[in-house]
């Protein structure tokens, strides 16, 4: 494994620094596989991988287990939480019902602000899906749909609505990555993406959301279709 130890311009970082950077490291570790699902996480063995001391490393995933990537065990510690196609399914649905109302009433109450956000999103999305083909630059391009799907409902007035979805949008990045990654079923996602951008900037509530959903199902539906990629790659 990589070192994941951090530096400062001071050369001392503060405690938050060093949990901050190795919640990261874990956190992207888990997403892209290299952290099993069902992994025990030895705090004695991690510590030197991420070259952090034990009272920061717990700290770290502690925060994963608020994130639900990482379950705590009590006195037997922690493993990493486990995938099914049932909580993906769990998940999608959730997601639908709520990032279509967020969609509908960031369409609603969006201004030429929040067009001019999106539209920088939307193209900083383009330019990182033109590198796809490229798979090391996959983080670029996760971290960019990342950004487009939260400026696509941030004129969302609910606060706890986007917070929620902020939540499901990182559990689902376990099952999107490997998507991503095997393309078990043909996509464009770039057209889709294309789509999306033009019925929310045409003001278009109804298609956007139809977009939307479609957009949001297919990743669920390669694995529903493909339920071995499940078992094969993430629990192995």
């Known amino acids: 494994m990589l070192n994941h130890t951090p530096t400062s311009l001071s050369g001392d970082p503060e405690p938050k620094t060093l949990v901050e950077s190795a919640y990261r490291a874990l956190r992207r570790d ?6 099993a699902p069902g992994e ?5 063995h991690l510590k030197d991988d991420y070259g952090v001391g034990a009272g920061t ?5 502690s925060l994963l287990v608020s994130d639900a990537l990482v379950v705590s065990q009590g006195q037997r510690g922690f493993r990493v939480s486990p ?5 993906f399914e769990d998940i999608t649905n959730t997601r639908l019902m709520l ?3 967020a969609l509908r009433l960031s369409i609603k109450m969006g201004d030429e602000a929040w067009e001019g956000e999106l539209l920088a999103a939307f193209h900083r999305l383009s330019r990182a899906e033109e590198r796809l083909i490229d798979m090391s630059c996959r983080i670029e391009w996760e971290e960019r749909n990342r950004i487009f799907h939260e400026v696509l409902i941030s004129a969302c007035p609910s606060l706890w609505l986007k917070h929620f979805l902020a939540i499901l949008y990182r559990q689902a990045e376990r099952y999107r990555s490997l998507s991503l990654y095997l393309q078990p079923v043909p996509r464009d996602v770039h057209a889709e993406h294309q789509n999306l951008f ?16 479609e957009h949001i199902l297919l990743t669920f539906q390669a694995f529903q279709t ?3 990629l499940l078992n094969e790659k993430l629990q192995s």
């Open 83 to 87: 995938v099914s196609l049932k909580d």
């Open 30 to 35: 888990i997403v892209e596989g290299r952290l």
């Open 99 to 101: 990032e279509s109302e």
């Open 198 to 213: 033009n019925a929310t900037m045409a003001r278009d509530a109804d298609k956007a959301v139809a977009i939307l959903k």
């Open 40 to 44: 025990k996480l030895r705090v004695e």
């Open 57 to 61: 490393l717990r700290e770290a995933l």
């Open 226 to 228: 493909h339920p071995e």
